[in-house]
C-alpha cells in the first residue's frame, strides 16, 4: 500500500503492531494473575473451613470429604440459602471473592491506564511530526507565495504527503523560471530601449542641426545640398539602427521561425554580398568568392544570406582601399564551413571576446563606419540555426570568420 512508504505513518504502524503485542501479553499475563489469585483464595477458604470444622471436634476423615466432595444436594442449597448466600447474594457479601474482584479491578485498570498512555503517547509523537511536517511546508508556501524560493520542500522521504510536496516543489520550480524569465524579458527590453534610445540621440540631433542649417540659409544651393545628403546619411543610420535592433529582437525573443531548406552555398554567398559588391567597387576593395558550386547545406536563405552579408560588411568597414574580403567554403565530415577573411586592420586581443556584443566598438575603430549590431545580429542568425561561429585575427593583418553548419539534419 502506498502510505506505507511515508516513514513517519510506516512507524506509526509499527508502533501499533508492537502495541498491540504488550496488549496481548498483558492479557495474558493478566489471565495468569487472575487464576493463581483464585488459587489462592480457594484455597486460603478451604483451611478457613477445614480449621473451622477441626475446631468444632468434626471427624477429620469428614472434613476432608466436604473440602473435596464434587457432588451437589438439595439440603446443602437450603443451607447456603438459609444464610443469605445464593446466585443473587453481592459479590461484596462474599469476603473472599470481594477480595478477588478488588484485586482484578486494580490490576486490570492499572493495565488500562498504562496502555492508553502508551497509546495516547505514541499517537501523540506522531500527529506532533506531522504537525511539524505541515507546518514547515505551510511557511516554506508562504514563502514561494512572495517570491522567496530560497527554501525548499522537504523531499527526503517517500509516501504521498511527500509526493504532493514534490509536485508543489515542482510547481515553484516553474514559477521561479517564469518569474526569472519574465525578470530577463524586463531587463532586455530595459536595455533595448535604452539602447535605442542612446544610439538614436545622436543622428537626431545631427537632423535638427542640418535642418536649422538649411533654414538658415534657404538660398546657399550649396549648403542646402550638402546637408540634404547628410540628412539622408543620418535617415539611413536611423533606419539601419531600428532595423537591426528589431530583427535583434525578434531573434532574442524567438519570435524567428527560421525556414530550413537545402541550399546551393554559392547562391547564399551571392545572396548576402550582392548589395556590397558596389560599395566594395567604389572604395576601391575586392570582394572574391570561391568554393565548390555545387556544396549545399541545410539553412534558411534570406536569414543566412544576411548574416554573410552582416560580416562582408564589417570587413568592408575595416578594411583599407585596395583590400580583398575572401569567401571560401568547404565540406568537412557533416559539416559545412564557411571562411570569411580580410586583410584589414584586425581586431586586438583585448577585443576579441568583446566583438559580438551590441554597440561595441574598439578603441581602434571609432573612426569607421557602423553602428556596432551587425556582428550581434549575424551570431544571433547563425546560433539560431545550430550553426557555430569563430574568429581569428591578428591585429594590423587581418581576420577571419567561421561559420559551420551542418549539412545533415
Known amino acids: 500500500m502506498k502510505f506505507f512508504r511515508d516513514r513517519q505513518i510506516k512507524g506509526y504502524f509499527i ?18 494473575k487472575q487464576v493463581s489469585a483464585v488459587r489462592l483464595m480457594y484455597l486460603e477458604h478451604d483451611i478457613d473451613i477445614a480449621s473451622s470444622l477441626l475446631e468444632q471436634e468434626v471427624p477429620e476423615e469428614v472434613v476432608v470429604t466436604a473440602i473435596t466432595s464434587t457432588t451437589k444436594n438439595a439440603n446443602g442449597t ?77 523531499q527526503h522521504s517517500e509516501g504521498e504527503i511527500y509526493q504532493l510536496l514534490a509536485s508543489v516543489e515542482n510547481l515553484a520550480t516553474m514559477l521561479q523560471s517564469k518569474n526569472q524569465t519574465e525578470q530577463k524579458t524586463k531587463e532586455f527590453l530595459k536595455q533595448t530601449i535604452s539602447d535605442i534610445s542612446h544610439q538614436l540621440k545622436t ?94 547545406f541545410l539553412c534558411d536563405m534570406n536569414w543566412t544570406s544576411e548574416a554573410i552579408g552582416n560580416f562582408v560588411k564589417n570587413a568592408l568597414d575595416h578594411t583599407e582601399a585596395g583590400g580583398i574580403i575572401s569567401i571560401t567554403w568547404e565540406e568537412a565530415p557533416n559539416m559545412l564551413r564557411i571562411y570569411i577573411t580580410d586583410n584589414g586592420m584586425g581586431i586586438a586581443p583585448e577585443d576579441i571576446h568583446h566583438i559580438f556584443k ?7 575603430s571609432l573612426d569607421r563606419q557602423g553602428i556596432g549590431l551587425g556582428l550581434s545580429l549575424a551570431k544571433s542568425i547563425i546560433e539560431g540555426q545550430n550553426g557555430l561561429i569563430s574568429v581569428q585575427s591578428i591585429l594590423h593583418q587581418g581576420t577571419t570568420f567561421t561559420l559551420s553548419f551542418l549539412t545533415k539534419p
Open 78 to 154: 437450603e443451607l447456603l440459602n438459609s444464610i443469605g448466600i445464593n446466585k443473587e447474594t453481592s459479590s461484596s457479601m462474599i469476603p473472599f471473592l470481594s477480595e478477588f474482584q478488588i484485586h482484578s479491578c486494580y490490576l486490570l485498570l492499572s493495565g488500562i491506564i498504562v496502555s492508553a498512555v502508551i497509546l495516547l503517547t505514541g499517537t501523540f509523537i506522531f500527529l506532533k511530526k506531522r504537525s511539524k511536517l505541515y507546518e514547515e511546508a505551510y511557511d516554506i508556501v508562504n514563502c514561494l507565495a512572495d517570491g522567496d524560493f530560497s527554501r525548499h520542500l522537504p
Open 203 to 296: 543622428p537626431l540631433a545631427a537632423l535638427l542641426m542640418y535642418q536649422e542649417i538649411i533654414e538658415n540659409e534657404p538660398e546657399n544651393k550649396e549648403t542646402v545640398e550638402e546637408f540634404s545628403q547628410k540628412i539622408g546619411i543620418a535617415l539611413k543610420r536611423m533606419e539601419q539602427l531600428i532595423q537591426s535592433m528589431l530583427k535583434i529582437t525578434r531573434l532574442d525573443t524567438g519570435n524567428v521561425i527560421f525556414e530550413k531548406k537545402r541550399c546551393l552555398v554559392k547562391d547564399v554567398v551571392e545572396n548576402g554580398v550582392n548589395d556590397l559588391t558596389t560599395r566594395a567597387k567604389n572604395e576601391d576593395k575586392k570582394i572574391v568568392m570561391d568554393g565548390n558550386p555545387e556544396l549545399s
Open 15 to 32: 508502533f501499533q503492531f508492537i502495541f498491540m503485542i504488550i496488549l496481548f501479553a498483558f492479557g495474558i499475563y493478566f489471565c495468569k
Open 358 to 364: 551590441r554597440f561595441y566598438r574598439s578603441k581602434y
